[in-house]
C-alpha cells in the first residue's frame, strides 16, 4: 500500500514509517522543507506539507491509500494553539478524503482519561472534561468522525510512557532534572504506576491496523509492564550515577522542579487496558526488554553498552 505519514521525523513517527517501510509499503513523510527530507528513515520518500496548511497535504493524501497522522505542530507553549491547528488538519482531512475509503490513523495518550486506581482504562472510559489534555481528545475525536462519512479511521492511544532508543517525552525530562539537581524525585510514596510500551511495539501496532483492515475506532496501546513511579526514579538515579539520590517531594515541589503537567502525571495511575488492540488488531503487545532495564542500563544510560 501507499503510506503518507505526518511526523515521520518524529521519536514516535519515524519507528512507525520504518515499520512501514520493512513490511513492504510504499511510504512517503510529510516535510516542511526540502533539507527536513534528510531525515526520514531510509526507503521513505519526503512530501512537501505542513499540518498547519492543510491544503499543502491534501493532494498527497488523495493519493496515498492510507493516511497515518503522528505530528503534532509546535507551538511552544501554547498548548491550546497547537490542538486547534491538529483539529482543523483532521477536519479538512475528513472533507478532503470523504467517501473515498481511505484508511486513516491518528494517535494520541490517555491523560485526559485521569486516574486508574486499581484498574485499568478501557477505550470506553469518559475524558475528563475539566483535564488541561481533553482538547486534545476533542481533535482526534474530529478525525474518528470520518468513520460515518466513507473513510476508515482508527485513532490509537498511545501509553504514557512510550520509551526505548533514548528517547521518549517524560524520561528525558526526569533524567535531565537528576542530573541537574542531583536528585531522582517521585512524589509522595511514589506506588502510583503508568502503562509503558517500547516504541518499537507501538510502531508495530499501526502495522497491524493494515493488516486488519476493518478494524475502526479507538484502541489502547500498552504493554504489560506498569512500572511504579519510585521504581522510575530509582532507574533513573541509576541512570545518572554520581552519587545521585533518590527523594521523595511534594507535588509543589515536583512542579518547580519539573513543570506542573509532568507534576500531575506522577501522581496519577494511568494503566490501560489494551486487550482490544490484541484481540482485533493481533498486536503482540510485546517489547525489547523492560523500561526500567533501559533507564537504567540501557538507551538512556551514558554507560549503555556499545
Not at 493488516?211 to 533513573?236: C, K, N, S
Amino acid at each position: 500500500m501507499r503510506i503518507l505519514i505526518l511526523g515521520a521525523t518524529g521519536y514516535v513517527g519515524r519507528r512507525v514509517a520504518a515499520a512501514m517501510v520493512a513490511a513492504g509499503h510504499a511510504v512517503e513523510g510529510v516535510v516542511r522543507t526540502r533539507d527536513r527530507a534528510a531525515d526520514l528513515p531510509a526507503g521513505v520518500a519526503g512530501v512537501l506539507g505542513d499540518i498547519g496548511r492543510p491544503d499543502t497535504v491534501l493532494a498527497a493524501a488523495r493519493a496515498a491509500d492510507v493516511v497515518v497522522n503522528v505530528a503534532f505542530p509546535g507551538h511552544g507553549a501554547d498548548w491550546p494553539a497547537a490542538v486547534a491547528t491538529e483539529q482543523a488538519f483532521h477536519e479538512a482531512l475528513i472533507a478532503g478524503l470523504a467517501d473515498s475509503g481511505k484508511t486513516i490513523i491518528v494517535s494520541n495518550g490517555t491523560v485526559f482519561l485521569g486516574d486508574s486506581g486499581i484498574g485499568r482504562l478501557p477505550e470506553t472510559a469518559d475524558v475528563l472534561p475539566d483535564h488541561p489534555a481533553s482538547i486534545r481528545a476533542m481533535s482526534t475525536q474530529a478525525a474518528l468522525q470520518g468513520n460515518d462519512r466513507g473513510l476508515r479511521v482508527v485513532e490509537l492511544r498511545l501509553a504514557s510512557f512510550v520509551y526505548g532508543h533514548g528517547g521518549s517525552v517524560f524520561l528525558p525530562r526526569l533524567i535531565a532534572a537528576a542530573r541537574r539537581t542531583g536528585r531522582s524525585i517521585y512524589v509522595g510514596d511514589g506506588t502510583c504506576r503508568t502503562s509503558a510500551v517500547h516504541v518499537d511495539a507501538a510502531a508495530r501496532a499501526y502495522v497491524d491496523v493494515l493488516e486488519q483492515g476493518q478494524a475502526r475506532g479507538v484502541f489502547h496501546i500498552a504493554a504489560d509492564e506498569e512500572p511504579a513511579i519510585r521504581d522510575i526514579a530509582e532507574a533513573v538515579s541509576l541512570c545518572v550515577g554520581n552519587g545521585c539520590r533518590v527523594e521523595s517531594v511534594t507535588k509543589e515541589e515536583a512542579a518547580a522542579t519539573l513543570d506542573p503537567f509532568t507534576a500531575q502525571f506522577l501522581t496519577t495511575n494511568n494503566r490501560l487496558d489494551s486487550a482490544k488492540a490484541r484481540h482485533v488488531l493481533g498486536w503482540s503487545g510485546g517489547h525489547v526488554h523492560s523500561l526500567l532495564w533501559d533507564v537504567a542500563h540501557g538507551s538512556y544510560s551514558d554507560r549503555a553498552p556499545a
